[in-house]
């Protein structure tokens, strides 16, 4: 199975910041990778599919980056609503579609 | 509206079993694959099982295999996790988790979830 390893796994932020979480894969994965979000007592939301491409409603200020085994979500300008933990996944060896660790962005 | 609604969940013994379901609507659910995903108090998204538009592959993770049997009835647009020999550490929220193939990418994802159903097993 493919591993997926996110960091860090918890970082804190102030309003304005610019945020970077990275997700590293096992083995090579192309694009196949998506990012979502979820907030406390809440299902995760998609932000992000195909690595890069951002799913429809979703702010622009998050982006998405990289290919193979590296990649990354950006958020350009963290906004009070964007505090919650980010979870990345494969969906190029399928299945099982395996999750990061998960990464919890907190208020500094 | 595209919606996923679980049910079924609760409090349950060890060794005990429970049957999920997930009701769908907004959407022609045969036309899509269906996940399960959990996720343990305070831990991180565990992928479980998955079926098939039309249910005929699955797909179990090793922590259920034997012991879970995802099926779906795509004449009710209801997707179900039949649970047995349960265990402290199946205690989760459980999700049901729609995939979606996009063409400008030719890629996957998942796209809609369900609010999740809470099961406990504990004596």
């Known amino acids: 199975d493919i591993q997926l390893t996110q960091s860090p796994s918890f970082l804190s932020a102030s309003v304005g910041d610019r945020v970077t979480i990275t997700c590293r894969a096992s083995?090579?994965?192309?694009?196949?990778l998506a990012w979502y979000q979820q907030k406390p007592g809440k299902a995760p939301k998609l932000l992000i599919y195909?690595?890069?491409t951002l799913q429809s409603g979703v702010p622009s200020r998050f982006s998405g980056s990289g290919s193979g085994t590296e990649f990354t979500l950006t958020i350009s300008s963290l906004q009070p609503e964007d505090f919650a933990t980010y979870y990345c996944?494969?969906?190029?060896?399928?299945?099982?579609?395996?999750f990061g660790g998960g990464t919890k962005v907190e208020i500094k | 509206e595209v919606q996923l609604v679980e049910s079924g969940g609760g409090l349950v013994q060890p060794g005990g079993s429970l049957r999920l379901s997930c009701s769908a609507s907004?959407?022609?659910?045969?036309?899509?694959?269906m996940h399960w995903v959990r996720q343990a108090p305070g831990k991180g998204l565990e992928y479980v099982s998955a079926?098939?538009?039309?249910?005929?592959?699955?797909y179990y993770a090793d922590s259920v295999k034997g012991r879970f049997t995802i099926s779906r009835d795509n004449s009710k647009n209801t997707l179900y996790l039949q649970m047995s020999s349960l265990r402290a550490e199946d205690t989760a929220v459980y999700y049901c988790?729609?995939?979606?193939?996009?063409?400008?990418?030719?890629?996957?994802?998942?796209?809609?979830w369900g609010q999740g159903t809470m099961v406990t097993v504990s004596s």
């Open positions: 988790v729609r995939e979606t193939y996009y063409y400008d990418s030719s890629e996957n994802a998942f796209d809609i």
């Open positions: 907004g959407f022609t659910f045969s036309s899509y694959a």
């Open positions: 079926i098939s538009s039309n249910g005929g592959s699955t």
């Open positions: 083995q090579g994965i192309s694009s196949y």
């Open positions: 195909a690595a890069s």
């Open positions: 996944q494969q969906l190029n060896s399928y299945p099982p579609l395996t």
